[in-house]
């Protein structure tokens, strides 16, 4: 299906009696860049297909914070190549994607400090900017914190904030100028395997005959594996975010500061404050604010941050952070099912390594082999032997 008729397909909510040469299950923000990376190699025979609306997973949901101290040393090469990504988006893609460099300061107490000073002298090895900060120094970046048993500060001043719903409508637009098809409201029901091959998807408005299937199906990723014969161990975390009204002390600029032990963290977003905290694990797909966390999130705010005590409540949501059992991504294709690929398990540090996961993802479809970075440990296989997957 190609033209016109396409297009028009695109707005009516089509029936997908159709092929393609790549299927991406999940419109979030990894999904996205995937499409885009894919078609922007000339690999343009690419159908997305997302059961909601694009972003309503994770992607929708996140604080939008980029930094080179949150994810793991393995993702260091990850979160450097993303970030340069994002430096040259608006060239590349012709879209702004929100970035603004607030800083980004991470801050722990004995338990906490010995981590961020091993990523520090790991930063500057790699010629990352960053600054060990002491508490004075901490409370001249965020006053108003409590600190005496805060020991180390983290500091990056060029690590910020960016825009997700800009970056992934970016994304989407680009790819599918580039000739991908992105769909909304089609969700996908089950795979089609011939042998140890896939060969196409259903999904809720038919089938689709395809050689390469991609699972960046967010907090479903599980679900989508399993489709798969693949048991990855991803469990979905609440997290919630709140934002408040103006607050005397926090008129002015304050760079991202984050509590690592906890985690509990807060930024500017608009006149007010956003505060973040996490909760457990759930079943929830739409996961909802649970009011009842409020107390929780309040009681820590004005341990952490007494200046807090003048500032109003005004809003919340809540989401879900795909978490595998080392925090790390699983990416990569399937050991065991030919042309099945995993983009999923991203946790709490998906928006970041939005870039990195599609050209990741696009070398190995298309290359047979990621080149970008070193990708080894990202493989499914760390967790489970290949043997334990039955088609
Ligand atoms: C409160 C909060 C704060 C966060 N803060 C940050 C941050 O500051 N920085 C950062 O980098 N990350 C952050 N994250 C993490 C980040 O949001 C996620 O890692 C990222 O959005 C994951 O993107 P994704 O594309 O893998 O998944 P998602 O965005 O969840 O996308 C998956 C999509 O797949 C769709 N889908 C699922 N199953 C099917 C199916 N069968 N058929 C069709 N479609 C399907 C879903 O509807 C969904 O839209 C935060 C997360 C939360 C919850």
Request: charged residues 20%; negative net charge.
């Amino acid at each position: 299906m190609r033209g016109a008729a396409r297009a028009e397909s695109q707005q009516q909510g089509w029936a997908v009696n159709d092929t393609a040469d790549v299927v991406i299950i999940g419109g979030g923000i990894q999904g996205l860049s995937l499409a885009y990376h894919l078609a922007l190699r000339g690999a343009t025979d690419v159908c997305l297909l997302e059961k909601d609306t694009l972003g309503a997973g994770s992607s929708g949901r996140s604080a939008a914070i980029i930094g080179h101290g949150f994810p793991n040393e393995h993702c260091l090469p990850l979160v450097q190549l993303s970030y340069a990504a994002f430096m040259r988006f608006q060239e590349e893609l012709g879209f702004d994607p929100g970035y603004e460099p607030i800083g980004c300061l991470l801050m722990g107490g004995t338990e906490g400090a010995p981590a961020l000073r091993q990523r520090h002298a790991l930063l500057k090895e790699l010629g990352v900017d960053s600054q060990l900060l002491d508490p004075a120094a901490i409370s001249e970046l965020t006053p108003g914190l409590y600190l005496d048993d805060i020991e180390v500060g983290l500091y990056s001043a060029s690590e910020g904030c960016l825009e997700p719903h800009s970056i992934m409508m970016a994304y989407a637009h680009q790819a599918r100028r580039l000739g991908a098809r992105i769909l909304e409201g089609v969700e996908v029901t089950g795979l089609e395997i011939k042998g140890s091959r896939v060969a196409g998807v259903r999904t809720s408005s038919g089938p689709i005959a395809t050689p390469c299937v991609v699972n960046a199906a967010g907090f479903r990723a599980q679900t989508v594996a399993a489709w798969a014969g693949m048991d990855l161990p991803i469990t979905n975390v609440k997290r919630h975010i709140f934002c408040t009204g103006p607050v005397a002390t926090y008129t002015g600029p304050i760079p991202f500061t984050y509590e690592v032990e906890l985690p509990w963290y807060m930024r500017r977003e608009g006149p007010g404050l956003l505060i973040g905290m996490g909760n457990a694990e759930t079943r929830e797909e739409d996961p909802k604010v649970d009011w009842s966390f409020l107390d929780e999130v309040i009681d820590h705010s004005l341990y952490r941050a007494p200046a807090l005590i003048d500032a109003g409540i005004q809003s919340g949501w809540a989401g879900l952070r795909p978490i595998t059992p080392d925090d790390d991504p699983i990416l990569g294709p399937a050991p065991h099912l030919a042309g099945f690929f995993n983009d999923c398990g991203w946790g709490g540090h998906g928006i970041m390594h939005a870039p990195a996961g599609g050209q990741i993802l696009a070398e190995w479809i298309i290359d047979g082999e990621a080149t970008c970075v070193d990708t080894r440990h990202f493989r499914a296989e760390r967790f489970r032997s290949p043997r334990s997957w039955k088609l």
